[in-house]
């Protein structure tokens, strides 16, 4: 157990839809990102913030955004679905303290969403 | 960019025999280099990372890898391995820092022959 929450677990919607996807980083960890996981794409990165600050941004949609709310849980939001956001969403979090190099990233089990 | 390739998509191994899952980054910079593995239906455990000197990485479970950066590789190794091995493992590179995603490679899936 990484010490990542992530909810749902899985979560099945409709084409057009709009989702919540949920993070509660491990404690004492100032960041967080979110990363997605598709058999065509695989791993990539969305969006990290830091600290209630987005820091950076990868390959996101403008269909999707994120916000990291002062108690540091973050929410991904997905919305105007398309059958391509089929996916595995991960968020992980790290301590990411000021100067330091060495920030591991501890992922959670993963949010599964199907549209159809 | 960033960007890493794990040449090897599937690698079937016999218990008990030895593992080199590859791994190779491009990257500018001295890179800092991760191994992750993904058990079906599980999240992302780290196996070993390489930020700074010794280029020979001790991880978990047994693992090590070697960062060559002549080769711009960092290939994981096992001497031995356990059918509870069989997994999915990413390679990963990140500029440094934590102000950034990680780069993942697409993954190399190992299958253990009994």
């Known amino acids: 157990d990484s010490g990542v929450t992530q909810t749902p677990k899985h979560l099945i919607t409709a084409t057009g839809q709009r989702v919540t996807l949920r993070c509660s980083p491990r404690s004492g960890d100032l960041s967080v990102y979110w990363y997605q996981q598709s058999l065509d794409q695989g791993l990539q990165f969305l969006i990290q913030y830091y600290n209630g600050e987005e820091r950076a941004k990868g390959n996101i949609l403008e269909r999707f955004s994120a916000q990291q709310f002062p108690d540091l849980h973050s929410e991904l939001n997905l919305s105007s679905l398309e059958l391509g956001d089929s996916a595995l969403y991960f968020c992980?979090?790290?301590?990411?303290?000021?100067?330091?190099?060495?920030?591991?990233?501890?992922f959670g089990p993963g949010t599964r969403l199907t549209v159809l | 960019a960033q960007s890493v390739t794990q040449p090897d998509i599937h690698i079937t191994v016999s218990e008990g025999a030895s593992l080199e899952l590859r791994c190779n980054y491009s990257?500018?910079?001295?890179?800092?280099l991760f191994w992750y593995v993904q058990s079906p239906g599980q999240g992302l455990q780290l196996l070993l990372k390489y930020f700074s000197g010794d280029t020979l990485v001790q991880g978990i479970k047994g693992f090590e890898a070697e960062f060559k950066r002549s080769q711009s590789s960092f290939n994981l190794r096992k001497p031995s391995v356990h059918w509870s091995d069989a997994a999915e493992y990413f390679c990963?590179?990140?500029?440094?820092?934590?102000?950034?995603?990680?780069?993942f490679g697409k993954g190399t899936h190992l299958i253990i022959q009994p």
């Open positions: 992980a979090s790290s301590v990411d303290t000021a100067g330091a190099v060495q920030n591991e990233q501890f």
């Open positions: 990257y500018g910079a001295t890179p800092y």
């Open positions: 990963a590179v990140e500029s440094g820092g934590g102000a950034d995603g990680l780069t």
